[in-house]
Nanobody, 126 residues
Framework: QVHLVESGGGSVQSGGSVRLSCVAS????????MGWFRQAPGKEREGVAF???????SYVDSVQGRFTISRDSAENTLYLQMSDVTTEDTATYYCAASTRYSTGSLCRRESGLDTWGQGTQVTVSS
């Protein structure tokens, strides 16, 4: 079975930093696209950051310049470095990956990502 397990969430003060990790097992995603999504209370889940098979990255405007997505293919692990966080970043963060796609627009849509983690909570206090 394919699994994604996130870790690194918790409480952080506004302006601080936190790094999320997502360890994959059961499938090597080094040639596939992966991403991070988040869902805040009362809001729909949104895509935050994405990385393709050539490590090209893209971000939603609200986190551009503050968040960095990266991967360690040897460890089959995805990261999200979050800096200068605000209370608007409070959410449950989900790691997602595709076993079918390497790049392209489907890599940035929930419908194109078929493997999901259970989520990790990040709470930013002012």
């Amino acid at each position: 079975q394919v699994h994604l397990v996130e870790s690194g969430g918790g409480s952080v003060q506004s302006g601080g930093s936190v790094r999320l990790s997502c360890v994959a097992s059961g499938y090597n995603f080094r040639d596939r696209c992966m991403g991070w999504f988040r869902q805040a209370p009362g809001k729909e889940r949104e895509g935050v950051a994405f990385i393709d098979d050539e490590n090209d990255t893209s971000y939603v405007d609200s986190v551009q310049g503050r968040f960095t997505i990266s991967r360690d293919s040897a460890e089959n692990t995805l990261y999200l470095q979050m800096s200068d966080v605000t209370t608007e970043d409070t959410a449950t963060y989900y790691c997602a990956a595709s076993t079918r796609y390497s790049t392209g627009s489907l890599c940035r849509r929930e419908s194109g990502l078929d493997t999901w983690g259970q989520g990790t909570q990040v709470t930013v206090s002012s």
